[in-house]
């Protein structure tokens, strides 16, 4: 009775982007190992960068540094919403088979699981960067803990920018390649229709 009340508290669109994000991830957790590739492809980059950076003497990032990392990545980010929207623009799948159309549209889930995981990088990054700035961290105790943490962070973002092309070049490609094919398709009906309308005659 009461948890009914509190549910029915929640705002709209709280429980609708829960929903959307639960979603998200039980379409992406559908490939082999997936929790495995997830793990790796977000986790490994931030150890990469702070096993770089952490055995380096005195290591600190300055404030000029940080702020110009806390810049990138601010507009990495509009970037990466920008590019969903992109993602998720829907062509005109008129002469499309069932099959490809589904196929396409398991891809754009996909893409766009990735492409969260790349805004939830710069949204960890700039997040790890105010707060570095705002307690002082280049000049405390902890600086150099501090800074090995927001350089694995920003490789972690660096390695998410990298994958940003091939995806948009995935997307396009596959969608040139789906019309191509429609005018192909549509090119031979055509012709057999020609044909049989000659033979006929």
């Known amino acids: 009775m009461i948890q009914g009340k509190i549910k029915n508290l929640i705002p709209d669109e709280w429980t609708s982007v829960v929903l959307s994000y639960a979603d998200m991830a039980r379409n992406a957790l559908t ?28 290591f600190v990032l300055n404030e000029t540094a940080t702020q110009s990392i806390l810049a990138v990545c601010g507009i990495l980010a509009g970037f990466a919403v920008s590019q969903m929207f992109l993602t998720g623009k829907l062509p005109d799948l008129e002469d499309v088979t069932v099959q490809d159309a589904r196929h396409y549209a398991d891809k754009v889930r996909y893409l766009f699981f990735s492409q969260t995981s790349t805004l939830a990088a710069y949204i960890a990054t700039v997040l790890a960067c105010v707060v570095y700035l705002s307690v002082g961290a280049s000049s405390n105790a902890y600086a150099h803990e501090c800074s090995s943490l927001v350089a694995g962070l920003s490789t972690w973002s660096l390695s998410r920018t990298l994958l940003m092309p091939g995806q948009i070049y995935e997307v396009q490609s596959y969608l040139l390649q789906i019309e191509c094919d429609a005018k192909t398709e549509k090119q031979s009906r055509k012709l057999r229709e020609d044909q049989k309308r000659i033979f006929s005659s």
């Open 31 to 58: 490939t082999g190992h997936a929790v495995i590739k997830i793990a790796i492809s977000n986790l490994a980059p931030i150890l990469l960068g702070v096993i770089i950076c952490y055995p380096i003497p005195r």
